[in-house]
């Protein structure tokens, strides 16, 4: 049995060919065996980090333990099950820093979206919350949907009064290509968006994600400074680990969000933790584990 892709055994059998580990039974002990650095398995589905191992240069990869926050999160003013009070509380139970609350916006009627009266009302009682909660820390977000032509859900005025923004399609989902990339694009150049969410819509086993040109679109994060979100519900998992390379090499943060609707839907950091891994996402990388300043002043950019 292994615990690499053939592409990935077969490269390091080449590599250590002449080197005998028939006694040798722990994981650790045949790479330190081998001379090369340790490869996590997330990281053996292709034979691109055994070049990085001779270097010692092998990422080293996100732990759960490190994620100070819970962003993209839902409560019954739009389609959750549990209040703002249970949900900031269970996420400072649970060790949490801080947590972003992101109700669905207007559009998103089907979810009981907040028209700007009720947004109004939840940002007061967030700012209630606060002065009961610090140090822990609730910032106040939004789930707006990004429009057919690519605009932001609510007027400029509403949109700047956020202290972040996640930009997603819920919507028009029947795009080709060009249509899907373009309309992406121009949500992410909103200077309001600070996050784009599960940049395909994918739901896996039930929904096909609509295409789109993942380089332009992480081009476009890069040149704009907004992170992507994996979202780690397990039907998600979008963006798609393969990418996560990609938007690395161009300086594109990574948000490991929950997209949580209940208390226990913030659990789901760990099936999106396991998808980042693969990615090769390390911590310095991963938007939510900045402490609550760092992320308040990326949001900030």
């Known amino acids: 049995k292994y615990t690499g892709s053939d592409d990935f055994v077969k490269a390091f059998v080449a590599q250590t060919k002449g080197v005998d580990f028939k006694s040798i039974t722990e994981e650790e002990k045949i790479f330190e065996k081998a001379g090369l650095q340790f490869i996590p398995s997330e990281l053996r589905e292709q034979d691109n ?48 820093e801080y947590i972003g609350i ?49 605009s932001l859900d609510y007027e400029t005025d509403l949109l700047k009064t956020f202290d972040f923004i996640i930009a997603s399609i819920h919507s028009n989902l029947k795009m080709d290509e060009k249509k899907a990339t373009e309309r992406l694009i121009k949500a992410i150049e909103n200077p309001y968006t600070t996050i784009l969410g599960h940049p395909t819509g994918r739901l896996l086993l039930s929904r096909e994600a609509y295409p789109i040109d993942h380089k332009k679109v992480i081009d476009a994060c890069a040149a704009n400074k907004v992170a992507i979100e994996l979202n780690a519900n397990p039907y998600r998992l979008d963006i798609d680990w393969t990418w996560i390379p990609y938007a690395l090499e161009k300086g594109v943060f990574i948000a490991i969000n929950p997209d949580a609707h209940s208390k226990e839907g913030i659990g789901d950091i760990h099936f999106g933790t396991l998808a980042a891994r693969k990615g090769a996402l390390d911590a310095a990388n991963c938007l939510n584990c900045f402490s609550a300043d760092a992320f308040k002043k990326f949001c900030q950019k």
């Open 49 to 96: 980090y055994l070049a990085a191992a001779v270097k010692n240069k092998v990422p080293n990869l996100v732990d759960e333990k490190e994620i100070k926050g819970v962003l993209h999160v839902h409560t019954t003013y739009s389609d959750g099950l549990h209040t703002l009070e249970e949900m900031t509380g269970h996420a400072q139970q649970l060790g949490y």
């Open 102 to 150: 992101t109700d669905h916006s207007k559009s998103a009627f089907y979810a009981n979206g907040l028209k700007p009266d009720r947004v109004q009302e939840q940002m007061t009682a967030i700012d209630a919350l606060n002065k009961k909660m610090t140090p822990f820390k609730i910032f106040k977000g939004i789930e707006s949907d990004i429009l057919n032509d690519g």
